[in-house]
C-alpha cells in the first residue's frame, strides 16, 4: 500500500504491482525537456506518493483564469449543501453525455464523491457544453488528491487553462466533434492501414472515431491510463491522439489475416486488444509515430472546427450517417463503383468526407470543352477529378482549391492547391500519392540543396538567407494546408499541384507532370515529377475515353 496522506480514495486490493511503492521518492527536475523525458519513462510511475507530488506541481504550473475555483472555494460550498442525498446518486450534468464515470479502482463510496466534484464543477464552470471526457480525468486525479477539495481544484486548473495553443481538456460540442474528425484525418495518415479495415468494416466511421477519446480516457486500463496521464499533463492533448492511434495500430495488427467483424464484434474485438496491450508496449508505440507534430494538430483542428461552423454544427444534434456510406441506389458514375468511390473516399480529409459526391460535370454530357469544364467545376471547393483511358486505366486527383483561382494571372498557366491535395490511381490496381514533401519531409534538405544549386548557377541572383532559414525548418514546420507559396521555394520547386488555362489543365507539375489533359479533354500525359512521389498513374500518353468532375454536397448540417 502507498505511503502518506495520497491515495485514501484508493481500493488497494485492486490495484495489483501499484499497491507497492517503489523507485524514486523525489523528483528534483525543473526543466521541461528532462520533465517530458522523465514522464514517458515513467521515472514516477512506481511510486503513488511520488507521483501524487508530480501531479500537483505540473499542475500548479498550468497557467490559468485570473479568477480560478480552488480548495476553499469546494470547502465553502459542499460545507453549506442543503442536500443529504447520496452524491452516488446525484445524476451527473447533461454536458458529460452520458458518460458513466470509470471506477479506476476506487472505492465504492469513492465514485459518489467524484459525482459530487463534477456537479460542483458544473455549477463553477457554466460555459462549459459538452464534455465527456470529465468523469474519467476526475476519477483518476481523486487517486493522487489528499480530499475532494484538492482534487476539484486540480480539475479545476486544467478547465481553466488559458495558455495559448495549448488544450487539455474539451469542453464544448464544436471542439470535441472537432477533434474527431481531426482524429479520423490522423488516422488516414499515420494509420493508414487500420483506417481502411474500418472503412471496409464499420457501417459509420464517424460513429467509430466519435469515441476515440473514450477509448483512451475511459476504456484503458487504470495502469494504462495513469502512464497516460502522466505525458498528457507534461505535453499536452497531442498524447491523447499518440496513445488513439497506436491503439489503432495494434486493433488493426491484431485482425491481421483475419475478416474484420461489424458492429458490437469489431468493439469486442478492439476492447480485448486493449485490455492484452502493456503499458509501456502502449507508450512506445506511440512515441514511436514520426512527424506527428502539435502545429499540425492544431492546424487541422482549427481548420475542422471552421468547417463545422460554416456547416451551423456548433451543438450536439442528431447525425445521419452520411460518411463513407454511399447509397449504391443513389450514386452512379460511368468510371468508378459505389465501392471504388468509398475507398477514394476514404482518403480524403475529414471535413470533406462528411458530405456526399455531387456530379458536376462530365464529357458524356457536357462534351470535351475544356470551358465547359471550368464554368461548371468554378464555384466549388474542393472537387474530385475522375479519368478512364481508353486502354481501361482509371486515375485521378483530389483537388482542394476552386478553378477559378487560375484566373489571378490571367491566360498564365500558375500552381496552386495546397499540400492536401493529391492523385490517385484505381485500375489497374489502387494506390494514392501524396505531395512528395509532405509525405517525406525529411526531402526539404535536398530540396534546399537544389536551391542553392539553382542560384548558384544565375548570375543576378543571391540565395535569399530568410528563405533558407525556412527550408532549414520545413521538417517541423510542414503543413497539409499550406499552399505552395508559403514555402519561399524558386520557381522549379513552385510548380506544384494544380494549374490551369485556355490550353491545358495539369496536377502535379515540375519537368514532368504528374497528370497533363489537353484543351480538347482527350488526350492526357503523366510522367514523374518532384511534386508527387513517382506515380506511375497510367501510360505515359494516353487517350481520354471518359472524364468526370465531383464535387462535394454538404448533407451532414441539413
Given amino acids: 500500500m502507498a505511503d502518506g496522506e495520497y491515495g485514501s480514495f484508493v481500493d488497494w486490493n485492486q490495484m495489483g504491482d501499484l499497491a507497492k511503492s517503489s523507485g524514486p521518492t523525489k523528483v528534483d527536475c525543473k526543466d521541461l525537456k528532462e520533465f517530458k523525458q522523465m514522464a514517458r519513462q515513467g521515472y514516477w510511475a512506481k511510486n503513488h506518493s511520488l507521483r501524487?507530488?508530480?501531479?500537483?506541481?505540473?499542475i500548479k504550473a498550468i497557467p490559468c483564469r485570473t479568477v480560478t475555483p480552488d480548495a476553499e472555494v469546494y470547502r465553502d460550498i459542499m460545507g453549506n449543501a442543503a442536500t443529504k442525498?447520496?452524491?452516488?446518486?446525484?445524476?451527473?450534468?447533461?454536458?458529460v453525455d452520458g458518460s458513466s464515470v470509470p471506477p479506476y479502482c476506487l472505492k465504492a463510496d469513492a465514485v459518489g464523491s467524484v459525482h459530487r466534484i463534477i456537479n460542483c464543477l458544473a455549477g463553477q464552470f457554466p460555459d462549459i457544453s459538452y464534455c465527456p471526457s470529465l468523469p474519467a480525468v476526475t476519477s483518476v486525479l481523486l487517486h493522487f488528491a489528499v480530499d475532494e477539495a484538492q482534487c476539484f481544484e486540480h480539475v479545476s486548473r486544467m478547465?481553466?487553462?488559458?495558455?495559448?495553443?495549448?488544450?487539455?481538456?474539451?469542453?464544448?460540442?464544436?471542439?470535441?466533434?472537432?477533434?474527431c474528425i481531426t482524429f479520423g484525418d490522423?488516422?488516414?495518415?499515420?494509420?493508414?492501414?487500420?483506417?481502411?479495415?474500418?472503412?471496409?468494416?464499420?457501417?459509420?466511421?464517424?460513429?467509430?472515431?466519435?469515441?476515440?477519446?473514450r477509448w483512451v480516457l475511459g476504456d484503458l486500463p487504470f495502469s494504462h491510463v495513469v502512464r497516460v496521464l502522466d505525458v498528457y499533463l507534461v505535453e499536452g492533448f497531442k498524447i491523447l491522439y499518440r496513445v488513439a492511434i497506436a491503439l489503432l495500430k495494434f486493433y488493426r495488427k491484431h485482425k491481421a489475416g483475419a475478416q474484420g467483424g461489424q458492429g458490437n464484434q469489431q468493439q469486442q474485438d478492439s476492447g480485448k486488444v486493449k485490455a492484452d496491450i502493456q503499458a509501456f508496449k502502449l507508450l512506445e508505440k506511440a512515441f514511436s509515430i514520426r512527424l506527428f507534430s502539435r502545429k499540425e494538430i492544431n492546424l487541422l483542428q482549427l481548420t475542422n472546427e471552421r468547417s463545422l461552423q460554416q456547416k451551423g454544427i456548433t451543438v450536439k444534434q442528431k447525425r445521419r450517417n452520411v460518411q463513407l456510406a454511399l447509397n449504391p441506389d443513389?450514386?452512379?458514375s460511368e468510371i468508378v463503383s459505389a465501392k471504388e468511390m468509398r475507398d477514394i473516399w476514404s482518403w480524403i480529409p475529414e471535413r470533406f468526407a462528411l458530405c456526399q459526391p455531387q456530379l458536376l460535370f462530365t464529357t458524356s454530357t457536357h462534351g470535351c470543352s475544356l470551358n465547359r469544364f471550368y464554368s461548371h467545376c468554378e464555384g466549388h471547393e474542393p472537387t474530385l477529378l475522375l479519368i478512364r483511358t481508353t486502354d481501361g486505366d482509371v486515375c485521378g486527383a483530389f483537388l482542394t482549391t476552386d478553378w477559378e483561382e487560375r484566373k489571378r494571372n490571367g491566360n498564365k498557366l500558375?500552381?496552386?492547391g495546397t499540400g492536401e491535395c493529391f492523385v490517385f490511381k484505381m485500375k489497374p490496381e489502387m494506390e494514392r500519392y501524396e505531395w512528395v514533401v509532405i509525405r517525406h519531409p525529411e526531402l526539404a534538405s535536398s530540396i534546399k540543396t537544389q536551391v542553392l544549386d539553382d542560384t548558384a548557377c544565375s548570375e543576378d541572383k543571391k540565395p535569399d538567407n530568410n528563405s533558407l532559414l525556412l527550408l532549414e525548418k520545413r521538417g517541423q514546420d510542414l503543413s497539409p494546408f499550406l499552399s505552395a507559396r508559403h514555402f519561399n521555394l524558386n520557381s522549379k520547386n513552385t510548380s506544384m499541384f494544380m494549374a490551369?488555362?485556355?490550353e491545358s489543365i495539369i496536377v502535379g507539375g515540375g519537368d514532368g507532370n504528374a497528370l497533363y489533359i489537353d484543351s480538347e479533354l482527350n488526350h492526357g500525359r503523366t510522367g514523374s515529377c518532384t511534386t508527387f512521389d513517382n506515380p506511375p498513374l497510367c501510360a505515359e500518353s494516353f487517350q481520354v475515353s471518359l472524364l468526370e468532375v465531383w464535387g462535394f454536397q454538404d448533407t451532414m448540417a441539413s
Fill in 52 to 58: 501524487a507530488q508530480v501531479y500537483q506541481q505540473l
Fill in 85 to 95: 442525498k447520496p452524491p452516488s446518486q446525484i445524476p451527473l450534468p447533461e454536458f
Fill in 159 to 179: 478547465l481553466a487553462c488559458n495558455e495559448p495553443g495549448k488544450r487539455l481538456i474539451d469542453q464544448t460540442f464544436l471542439a470535441y466533434e472537432s477533434s
Fill in 186 to 213: 490522423l488516422a488516414n495518415k499515420y494509420c493508414t492501414a487500420a483506417h481502411k479495415l474500418i472503412v471496409a468494416t464499420a457501417q459509420d466511421v464517424l460513429e467509430v472515431y466519435a469515441d476515440w477519446q
Fill in 330 to 332: 443513389t450514386f452512379s
Fill in 414 to 416: 500558375c500552381f496552386f
Fill in 500 to 502: 490551369g488555362n485556355f
